[in-house]
């Protein structure tokens, strides 16, 4: 999922740059707000727990790549807004020191992956566990879909560029495929594997510290942006 430079237009990466501008604003701000230094290590634990998921790649047809994110389960550990956070640090890092994703693409990247991953996500899984649904199938849920919802939003906005972006004779000048070509690929290994992957993990770990009784932790961080109580 992550795209390199090169792909996107100059004026998209500016667009989504832009965009995301705000939302870490307000997302450092959240933080700084409800969060202790003394929780500043488990946000560091997130970040590499986010980097380590998102170096299993697999490559998919025009370039880019599928792979889990941990994002979800960074939103219902920590917070979405320290997600963000988190995800966008693991974002930086595999930019500027492993070449995985472009760093002109930081915003888009940053945008599919650290906001709109762990929103959606953490959106299902408070939407499921409204219905009375359990924790563990809320959580893998929440996870499938935000994952998906994240790739859709990189085939997006990688299909777009022929469309907009174009010499006089129709010949593309950054990705050279469309919506037809980027959003097959790109959902099908989402739906069919990453999106799986990132379900099982999410879903596992929520087990796992119910098993334990240790689920508190997956509130003892959000509590606070939710406005409960601990």
Known sequence: MHIPDGYLSPQTCAVMG??????????????NETFEKKDIPAMAIGSAFSFTVMMFNV????????????ATLLAIALGPWSATISVTIALLIQALFFG??????????????????????????????????????????????????????????????PILFH?????????????KESIPPMMLA???????????ITGLVVYYLQKTGEDIILYQFSHKLRGEAK
């Open 100 to 161: 995985d994703g472009g760093i002109l693409a930081l915003g888009a990247n940053t945008f599919n992956m650290a906001f709109v991953a762990p929103f959606i996500g953490y959106g299902i899984y408070k939407l499921l566990l409204s219905l009375k649904t359990n924790k563990v199938i809320s959580s893998a849920v929440g996870a499938y879909v935000g994952i998906n919802a994240a790739a859709f939003c990189a085939a997006i906005e990688l299909g777009i560029q």
């Open 167 to 179: 010499t006089a004779n129709g010949r593309a000048l950054y990705f050279p495929y469309g919506l």
């Open 190 to 200: 989402h739906l069919t594997v990453a999106g799986l992957v990132e379900a099982l």
């Open 59 to 70: 490559p998919i047809p025009g370039g880019t790549t599928a792979h889990a994110i941990g």
């Open 18 to 31: 832009a965009v995301m501008i705000p939302v870490l604003a307000v997302a450092t701000k959240k933080v």
